[in-house]
């Protein structure tokens, strides 16, 4: 079952999409603004954005004529969170193959 979490980080697995992440983690842009940083045309970041607005990792707000694009607190939590399981995750199996492992020098103590 797929959660939130893991659909946000699918959505960066395209390298522009990720770029652009990360640069709305530095500060809210517009699309000419990511445009300019970027070596891809104003649509393409233009479509980019939806793909991340659409999957909950971006939010917008109109400023005058244009929109501005912030990473969306929420979608950040949630993939944060997903990341964190799966990294629960890791530590717990490495500690039981750890001590699974170790018996034989424990009997030798």
């Known amino acids: 079952m797929e959660t939130y979490g893991e659909s ?17 983690a530095r500060r ?4 000419g603004e990511l445009a ?9 970041v233009s479509q980019h954005l939806r793909v991340l607005k659409d999957g909950g990792l971006v939010v917008s707000r109109a400023d005058g004529t244009r929109r501005v694009y912030q990473l969306n607190p929420d979608g950040v939590t949630a ?11 890791a530590l717990t199996a490495f500690q039981k193959a750890a001590e ?10």
Do not use: K, M, N
């Open 8 to 24: 946000g980080l699918g959505l960066l697995g395209d390298p522009t999409r990720r770029a652009i992440f990360e640069l709305l």
């Open 100 to 109: 699974a492992a170790s018996p034989a020098s424990e009997q030798e103590s």
């Open 79 to 89: 993939l944060r969170a997903y990341l964190d399981r799966v990294w629960e995750d």
């Open 28 to 31: 809210p842009s517009s699309v």
């Open 36 to 44: 300019d940083l970027l070596p891809v045309s104003r649509p393409a």
